[in-house]
């Protein structure tokens, strides 16, 4: 059976964030989102790129609930500084979505000494998960899913969720 936004049940008490979300899938991942309901945190490297797509979204479903945050893939403490907004804003977090990346760029070193392409598309993805997975795995525990799942470049692993003891 294919699969359609439409068909995305109401989202109205879910956290989720979304890299990357100013264009493209990302862009649409928001939008989809907001549509049913959830308050999406829009990750974006430009704060006016960010702002644009935020109201886009809002235009096309004012009731969308949609926050910036600010995020450069490029700059490690940024990961780590955007992550721990995020923890001090919210108490739940039900979806992360690691999309941002760059790809064909012409070489260059990170601030923090590492390939950019490697950086954006990898490392700061882990980062970023790293610092969110302790919540997202508090949330999923209590709302009592039977797997969790986790799609890496087109690899989906299901992984059961341990009980509580």
């Not at 100013?22 to 907001?34: D, E, M, P, W």
């Not at 941002?100 to 954006?120: C, H, L, N």
């Not at 209590?142 to 799609?151: D, E, W």
Request: net charge neutral; charged share 15%; proline share 5%.
């Amino acid at each position: 059976m294919p699969f359609h936004p439409d068909s995305l049940p109401d989202l109205s008490d879910k956290v989720h964030v979304v890299t990357g979300g100013n264009s493209g899938i990302g862009f649409y991942t928001v939008a989809r989102l907001a549509q049913h309901g959830a308050h999406v945190y829009l990750c974006a490297r430009s704060e006016s790129r960010g702002m644009a797509a935020i109201e886009k979204i809002k235009f096309l479903y004012p009731q969308a609930r949609v926050s910036l945050l600010q995020i450069d893939h490029m700059s490690l403490a940024s990961v780590v500084s955007a992550a721990e907004e995020f923890l001090k804003k919210e108490t739940a977090l039900h979806g992360l979505v690691n999309n941002a990346g760059i790809m064909a760029t012409p070489f260059e070193m990170t601030k923090d000494g590492y390939e950019a392409q490697w950086q954006t598309n990898y490392l700061a993805h882990w980062v970023l998960t790293a610092h969110l997975l302790p919540l997202l795995l508090r949330t999923s525990r209590a709302s009592h899913p039977a797997a969790f799942g986790l799609s890496i470049c087109h690899l989906r692993v299901i992984i059961p969720l341990p009980k509580e003891e």
